[in-house]
């Protein structure tokens, strides 16, 4: 699979303008700001392949990425406060759209600010998936920003504050790398079981 090859393929912003799943679908779900864009361009190896805002909340559409025989599939950040109650029924609505459809779904990246206790808002999707029983790896963005005994203190609580066991869970940089090769090497292994 080479990664390098992906590009962008569409933008839906409704549920009826999703595509049909046709190959793998490797989903990326977080609150806004939690680094989606920064983690797809780097395990795609590209600068701006996804788009960075500075300003979150700006991802209003679910993004297909092909990736040589899967899809890589960014969903709209959550839990932005500075958007109106109707954009944030839509986007409700258009990921439930996504997840309620038959789709060749093999793994959610749920991805969680490693700095932060998780959300409200990250702990309703985290339930979603779970009692859906949706594949899933969580992915603890950030984590350079954190020094080695902040990192240590942060990473001893997320199993109890998730309620999950750590072997979920993956340690990210988009700055320094780290984890880029270990969730590429997952998203391999999910895309090629049959």
């Known amino acids: 699979m080479k990664f390098e090859s992906a590009y962008f393929e569409l933008a839906a912003g409704t549920s009826q303008q999703l595509p049909a799943s046709d190959m793998p679908e490797i989903v990326f779900a977080g609150h ?18 996804a788009r960075v805002s500075s300003q979150p909340g700006k991802t209003a559409t679910i993004n297909f990425y092909n990736l040589d025989g899967a899809r890589l599939v960014d969903l ?21 759209g996504y997840f ?49 005994t ?9 199993p109890d504050e998730l309620d999950v066991d750590i072997e979920y869970m993956l340690p990210f940089s988009a700055v320094t790398g780290e984890g880029a090769q270990e969730l590429k090497d997952i998203i391999i292994e999910c895309v090629d079981e049959d």
Not at 32 to 49: A, D, F, P, Y
Request: some cysteine.
């Open 32 to 49: 806004s700001n939690v680094g989606k864009s920064s983690l797809i361009n780097k395990i795609l190896n590209r600068k701006s392949l």
């Open 100 to 148: 309620n459809q038959e789709r060749d779904l093999r793994l959610v990246v749920m991805l969680i600010d490693c700095r932060h206790p998780a959300s409200k808002d990250d702990l309703m999707m985290l339930n979603y998936l779970i009692d859906g029983q949706f594949p899933m790896k969580i992915v603890l963005t950030k984590v350079d920003k954190l020094k080695p």
């Open 150 to 158: 902040e990192r240590k203190k942060r990473f001893d609580s997320i």
């Open 76 to 96: 709209p950040g959550y839990g932005f406060a500075r958007v109106s109650a109707s954009e944030k029924k839509r986007w409700a609505e258009l990921i439930e």
